[in-house]
């Protein structure tokens, strides 16, 4: 976590890929600050299998609040997370300023309620192009849910 706070005063930065570790609370609260800091320019953040729990989904989705930059989000294989921290990722698509074109989900363990959370904030994302989905694990249902309104 201390190389991600050395790199909030980095001008040229476009992507970050922190992929395979354990990212806890004050590594999520520093890359808010880098979500939040107009010099660097993060288009692509990639946070694939790194044991974030809720907690740290729900700081990470603060970040993309007001966000100008940020394109690219793969959450990957991040099996921690359960349904406040989909649900807190899924309301910042909703946002009417959200520039997320891509957002891969794939590898994850998400119930009923989480794929309901999301099938709504897409339906309501006017900028998610490219979603990832493979190798879900959704469990059964007994009856449909509608994905677009």
Request: charged share 20%.
């Amino acid at each position: 976590w201390k190389l991600v706070g050395s790199l909030v005063r980095h001008r040229g930065l476009e992507i970050i890929v922190l992929k395979n570790i354990t990212i806890g609370r004050e590594c999520c609260r520093l890359l808010v600050t880098l979500l939040r800091n107009p010099k660097p320019k993060l288009a692509v953040l990639d946070l694939q299998q790194n044991n974030m729990v809720d907690e740290c989904a729900t700081i990470l989705a603060t970040g993309m609040d007001n966000n100008d930059t940020l394109k690219k989000l793969s959450l990957c294989f991040s099996t921690d997370i359960q349904g406040a921290g989909w649900r807190a990722i899924h309301s910042k698509l909703q946002n009417p300023n959200a520039i997320l074109e891509e957002l891969n989900l794939r590898g994850n363990y998400i119930n009923l309620s989480i794929a309901t959370s999301l099938s709504e904030a897409l339906a309501n994302s006017s900028s998610v192009r490219t979603l990832g989905l493979g190798n879900m694990c959704i469990p059964r249902q007994t009856k449909p849910i509608t994905v677009w309104h």
